[in-house]
């Protein structure tokens, strides 16, 4: 028995009620239980952090917002060049893909102090950390879309006297944006992550400095609203990538 699809205002109005409902429970459950506000305080009290301290939050929300979106474009752009030039040359994929996929293999936890050793306090270590957290995703997934055209139409192509240009253009890049896109999808919040992971490791700006600040000062309202903040930040990146995606794929 299949079941039919969902409507779209139903699909919408769904994980409203379903959010609305766990902010609810959230609100007068814990009062009942017992549950002290500084281990965690209800949604009106974190509201309340937004509306007396947003000058505060918005001043270190920009530097994660900027170090997050640069790290995305620089990190998927390397990446897809880096995939064309693979799908192109064997040798050097077989040479150097054992590298990548090593580097891949380092926890960002160590591997952030040791970026941050090398280029200081400043916002380019974040920037690089978030680049490297969304870089591995996107270059495998943009290499299986590259090579996912079949030798047959690889062959027709060949046969209408198509240039390795033409074959990529109009074959192996649109073939390759579904995967593309389910790979920036993911990137669109991990690139958050690796700004913040940046940011607890050395510096006084940011939402993960002010995460670290709110937790040893026992600020749990603040703490909250700024896991609240680092969290919508990627959100709305993902739904820009997903907008992205449905202009794109539909003309391609």
């Known amino acids: 028995m299949t079941e039919e699809p969902l409507s779209r205002n139903t699909a919408l109005l769904l994980p409203i009620l379903g959010g609305f409902s766990i902010i ?6 814990l009062p009942v239980l017992g549950v002290p506000a500084y281990i965690m305080p209800t949604p009106t009290a974190i509201a309340s952090v937004f509306v007396k301290q947003w000058p505060l939050l918005f001043s ?8 997050s979106i640069s790290g995305f474009v620089i990190g998927n752009s390397v990446a897809i060049l880096m995939a064309i030039v693979f799908v192109y040359s064997r040798i050097i994929q077989a040479a150097y893909f054992p590298v990548v996929l090593f580097f891949n293999t380092i926890p960002i936890l160590a591997l952030a102090p040791i970026i941050i050793l090398i280029f200081g306090l400043g916002m380019t270590p974040k920037i690089i950390i978030s680049a490297v957290i969304c870089f ?8 299986r879309g590259l090579n996912s055209p079949s030798p047959n139409e690889i062959e027709l192509f060949r046969i209408l006297s198509a240039t390795q240009w033409e074959t990529f253009w109009r074959l ?18 991990t ?10 490791i050395g510096s006084d700006k940011g939402i993960g400095a002010l995460i670290i600040q709110a937790t040893f000062n026992y600020r749990s309202g603040q703490l909250y609203a700024a896991i609240v903040l ?7 990146l993902f739904l820009m990538v997903a907008f992205i995606e449905r202009k794109v794929i539909r003309y391609s």
């Open 172 to 189: 192996r890049f649109p073939r390759s944006m579904p995967m593309l896109f389910s790979s920036l999808r993911i990137a669109s919040t």
């Open 191 to 200: 690139a958050v992550i690796g700004a913040i992971v940046g940011e607890w």
């Open 136 to 143: 591995f995703p996107t270059l495998v997934n943009m290499i």
């Open 24 to 29: 609810v429970a959230w609100e007068f459950l």
């Open 60 to 67: 270190n929300l920009w530097p994660t917002a900027v170090e």
């Open 230 to 236: 680092s969290s919508s930040m990627a959100i709305c």
